[in-house]
């Protein structure tokens, strides 16, 4: 079981960036892949980004490729997603999410964070 808490999100004008953190328990967190998903108010939860377990492969959805990055640091258990370029429409919660037997949007991410609220104002 891993127990994964987000930092990183806060106030930013649109064009601005920040950069989320997940940092996750235990010493296993190599055997993990990992995913950003995000939920505005009103709206379904949507995935965002997802890397895979040694950081080779990468996936973003659409609205986020260009502007979104996220990379893995195995010796310190934490995932990042850099954003750059905010936009209003990225205000949401941000989570991530474990899984350890797949990757990708369709994963099944058995393991979540609490959340941490981006808010880009226009």
Do not use: H
Request: glycine share 12%; hydrophobic share 35%.
């Amino acid at each position: 079981q891993v127990q994964l808490v987000e930092s990183g999100g806060g106030l930013v004008q649109a064009g601005g960036s920040l950069r989320l953190s997940c940092v996750a328990s235990g010493r296993t967190f190599s055997s993990y892949a990992m995913g950003w998903f995000r939920q505005a108010p009103g709206k379904e939860r949507e995935f965002v980004a997802a890397i895979s377990w040694s950081g080779d492969g990468t996936y973003y959805v659409d609205s986020v490729k260009g502007r979104f990055t996220i990379s893995r640091d195995n010796a310190k258990n934490t995932v990042y997603l850099q954003m750059n370029s905010l936009k209003p429409e990225d205000t949401a919660v941000y989570f991530c999410a474990a899984d350890r037997t797949s990757w990708g949007p369709r994963a099944k991410y058995d393991y979540w964070g609490q959340g941490t609220q981006v808010t880009v104002s226009s």
